[in-house]
C-alpha cells in the first residue's frame, strides 16, 4: 500500500489551550485599552523646552516630514549628541501624518508604549506558561510612574522605539529557544540591530537572552548531557498537552554554556559595534564628562547611590522630576555606605536562593545589567540619574515580584482570592499615581517648577523654566529665574548670555550688556557674547563700537550666523548695501530658508536700484512665509518704485534696518 509523502498535519487544538489563547487574547486587550486610558490626557499636551525643539519644532528636517535630504541626513547627522537615524525617520513620519501637532507626536510614543506592554506580556506568556504572572509583570510596566518620562516626553521617542524592537527580539528568541530554527535566530538579531539604530540602549540583550536560557527557558546544561524528562514520551495515539510539548522543546535544545556563548557571538558583536559607535557619538558631540571634571571615584559612587535610589523609587513613586542634579565631589560616605549595603544584602539573598527563586536572580541580574550603560560610569551631561533610564530595566524587578509574591503567599483562599484583589487594588493605586505624573507633563513652566520642588534649588532646572516662562510670554517672571539660575552658577558663560538676551528683550539694554560682558571675562572666545554685545552697541547707534564685536566674533567663529545677521543689517543702515548682500549670502549658504537673510538682500538691492531682482527676492520669502506682513510690505512698496508710484516719505521710511 502506497503511503502518502506529504507531512502529517498538526491535530486540532483541543478546547482547552483555544481557551487559553482567548485568555491571553483578553489580557492582551486590557492591557493595551488600561495603557491607552491613563495615558489619554497627552494628546493635548504641547512640547516641552527641555530637549523637545532640537527633535521636533526647531529641527527642520523633521518638520518637513520625510524627504530624500531628510533620510541622508537621518543616517549621516550626529544630532543631540546621539546616532539614532530609526528615531529620526519615525519623527518625519509622524509630521506627514499628523501634519506637525504636538499632540500626534505625544500618542505615537502612547501607542508605541501600549504595544510595548502587550509585547512584554506576550514574551512572558511564551517563555514562562504563566499568563496571569506575565500580566501582573505588563501591567507594573505599563502603569508604573517611572516610565512617564520615556512616554509623555517626545524626546524619549527613541526609548520606547528601542524597547518596542528589543522586546521583539527576546520575542523571537524565546520562539527560537522553544521550537529551534535559524530563521527566528536571525529574525531576533535583525530586530535587536534596529533596536540599537533606535538608540544605544539596549546593547546588554544578548546577557539578557543568557539570563532567560537560565530560567525560565531551562537551556542551560552544566552536565554535559541531555537530563531525561517524565513527559517526553506521551502515550500512543494521544496527543501530548502544551506545557509537555514546550517540556519536550526544552529538554531537547539544553546546551553547554560555551554553545550557548557561541550562538550568541553576532550578538555581542552587534553590541560591541552600537557601543563603539555611541560612545563617539556623545563624545564627538562633547557630552562626555572628562575625569579630570567628575572623578571614577565620583562615578563609582554615583552608581551605587543612583541603583539603590530607582529601587526606592521603584517602591515609592514620589518627587520624580525631569532633571536630578549631579553632587559633583560632595558625597557623604554614609549614604553610599548604606546604598552599597542594601544592593550587597539583595545579591546575597538572591544568589543563595538561586535554587529555589532562580526568577529571583533572573530578575536582579536583569536590573543590575541592563541599567549599567545608564548608570555615570561614563558621564553623560550634568545629571545624576533619570527616570527614563529605568524603562527597560525595571522589568527584571517586576519579574522578580511578581513570581516571588505567589510563592510567599500560602496556598488556598489567601492565595486564590486575597491576593488577586491586593495586586488589582496596588495596580490600581499605581495607575493613579501615574496619572497624576503624567499631569506635570502639560506644559514646561508646570514640569519645571515641580522639578524645582522634588530635588531643590538648582541652576539647571530654574536656567529652562526661565526661558519657559520667556517663551509663553513672561519675560520678567522668566529674568527673575534667570538671575535665580546665575547665582548657583556664577561661572556659566552661557546662563549670562541667556540672562543678556531677556534683559535686553525687556529694553534694559545696560543690564543686558553688563551679563555679555561678564560672560566675555568667562569665556573670550564667546562668538555668541561678542555678536549680542555689538547688537546692544548697534541700538545705541554706537556703529563702529557694534561693528568691532561683530568682526571679533567672526574672528572666533567665522560661518557664526548671527553674526553675520546683525553685520549685515549694520552694513545696510550704513548704506554699505554690498556689505549686506555679502554678509547676508554667508547666511543663507548655511540655512537657505532664512527669510531675514532674504529680505534684507532684498532691500539693500531694491536701495541698488535693482527692482526685479529685489521683487524676485520677497515673492521667494512669502512662498516660504505667504502671511509675512512685512514682506509683504516691501513687495508692494518695490513695486510703486518699479511703477513710479512710490511715496517718498515711505521710501526713506524703508532705509531703515531689515
Keep these: 500500500m502506497n503511503r502518502s509523502n506529504k507531512p502529517r498535519a498538526n491535530p486540532p487544538a483541543t478546547p482547552l489551550e483555544d481557551r487559553k489563547v482567548q485568555q491571553a487574547a483578553i489580557w492582551a486587550v486590557l492591557l493595551f485599552a488600561a495603557t491607552l486610558l491613563i495615558y489619554a490626557q497627552v494628546w493635548s499636551f504641547g512640547f516641552v523646552i527641555v530637549d ?52 500626534g507626536y505625544h500618542l505615537t510614543n502612547v501607542l508605541l508604549h501600549a504595544a510595548n506592554t502587550v509585547l512584554l506580556f506576550l514574551v512572558l506568556a511564551a517563555a514562562t506558561g504563566a499568563r496571569a504572572k506575565s500580566a501582573a509583570v505588563a501591567a507594573l510596566f505599563a502603569l508604573h510612574p517611572l516610565h512617564v518620562e520615556s512616554v509623555a516626553w517626545v524626546a524619549e521617542r527613541k526609548d520606547v522605539l528601542s524597547t518596542l524592537f528589543g522586546l521583539l527580539s527576546l520575542f523571537a528568541y524565546v520562539r527560537y529557544a522553544m521550537q529551534g530554527g535559524l530563521r527566528k535566530l536571525s529574525a531576533s538579531f535583525v530586530f535587536l540591530v534596529c533596536s540599537l539604530l533606535s538608540k544605544q540602549t539596549l546593547v546588554t540583550l544578548p546577557f539578557v537572552f543568557l539570563l532567560l536560557d537560565y530560567w525560565p527557558l531551562g537551556r542551560l546544561n552544566m552536565t554535559g548531557r ?18 509537555a510539548r514546550i517540556e519536550r522543546a526544552l529538554f531537547d535544545r539544553r546546551q553547554s554554556p560555551g554553545r550557548l556563548l557561541a550562538e550568541k557571538i553576532p550578538f555581542f558583536l552587534a553590541s560591541a559595534v552600537f557601543s563603539l559607535v555611541a560612545v563617539f557619538a556623545q563624545s564627538s558631540a562633547g557630552a562626555v564628562v572628562a575625569l579630570n571634571e567628575t572623578s571614577l571615584t565620583s562615578r563609582i559612587a554615583n552608581a551605587v547611590v543612583a541603583y539603590a535610589a530607582y529601587l526606592e523609587k521603584t517602591a515609592f513613586p514620589q518627587n520624580l522630576a525631569v532633571y536630578y542634579p549631579h553632587p559633583g565631589e560632595n558625597w557623604r560616605w554614609t549614604v553610599i555606605a548604606g546604598a552599597a549595603a542594601v544592593l550587597l544584602a539583595i545579591t546575597a539573598a538572591v544568589i543563595g536562593s538561586v535554587r529555589r527563586y532562580p526568577f529571583l536572580f533572573v530578575g536582579w541580574f536583569w536590573y543590575l545589567g541592563t541599567l549599567v550603560p545608564m548608570i555615570g560610569l561614563v558621564q553623560i551631561g550634568s545629571q545624576q540619574m533619570a527616570d527614563r533610564y529605568t524603562y527597560f530595566p525595571l522589568i527584571g524587578l517586576f519579574i522578580a515580584v511578581a513570581w516571588l509574591v505567589p510563592e510567599l503567599v500560602p496556598l488556598g483562599l489567601l492565595r486564590t482570592r486575597v491576593l488577586p484583589a491586593a495586586v488589582l487594588a ?88 553688563a551679563q555679555y560682558r561678564e560672560a566675555l571675562t568667562l569665556d573670550s572666545h564667546s562668538a555668541q557674547a561678542h555678536s549680542n554685545l555689538g547688537l546692544i552697541f548697534f541700538k545705541h547707534h554706537e556703529y563702529e563700537q557694534a561693528r568691532q564685536e ?103 521710511q524703508q532705509q531703515k534696518a531689515p
Design 52 to 103: 523637545d525643539p532640537n527633535y521636533v519644532p526647531q529641527n527642520p528636517h523633521v518638520v518637513q516630514g520625510i524627504t530624500l535630504h531628510g533620510l541622508k541626513w537621518s543616517w549621516t547627522a550626529i544630532h543631540d549628541y546621539n546616532w539614532i537615524p530609526f528615531t529620526w525617520l519615525s519623527l518625519m513620519l509622524d509630521t506627514d501624518v499628523y501634519g506637525g501637532r504636538p499632540g
Design 226 to 243: 541531555v537530563p531525561n524528562s517524565p513527559q517526553r514520551i506521551a502515550p500512543r495515539g494521544t496527543r501530548p498537552s502544551a506545557p
Design 426 to 513: 496596588s495596580i490600581v493605586l499605581m495607575a493613579a499615581t501615574t496619572y497624576v505624573q503624567i499631569g506635570y507633563w502639560h506644559d514646561s513652566v508646570t514640569l519645571l517648577s515641580h522639578s524645582l520642588e522634588c530635588t531643590g534649588d538648582n541652576s539647571i532646572a530654574r536656567r529652562y523654566l526661565g526661558i519657559a516662562y520667556v517663551q509663553e510670554g513672561s519675560p520678567a517672571q522668566g529674568a527673575d529665574e534667570l538671575k535665580q539660575a546665575v547665582l548657583l552658577a556664577p561661572a556659566d558663560a552661557s546662563l549670562h548670555i541667556q540672562l543678556g538676551d531677556v534683559l535686553q528683550h525687556l529694553g534694559q539694554l545696560d543690564e543686558a550688556a
Design 550 to 652: 561683530y568682526r571679533r566674533a567672526l574672528e572666533i567663529e567665522p560661518d557664526f550666523p548671527s553674526a553675520h545677521t546683525n553685520l549685515a543689517a549694520l552694513c545696510f543702515t550704513t548704506a554699505d548695501y554690498a556689505g549686506a548682500i555679502a554678509h547676508s549670502e554667508r547666511v543663507l549658504r548655511q540655512d537657505p530658508d532664512s527669510t531675514d537673510s532674504e529680505m534684507c538682500i532684498a532691500m539693500a538691492l531694491r536701495a541698488q536700484g535693482h527692482l526685479d531682482d529685489a521683487i524676485r527676492r520677497v515673492e521667494h520669502v512669502l512662498e516660504l512665509k505667504p502671511e509675512d506682513p512685512v514682506a509683504r510690505e516691501e513687495l508692494a512698496h518695490t513695486l510703486a518704485l518699479k511703477n513710479g508710484t512710490a511715496n517718498t516719505s515711505h521710501a526713506a
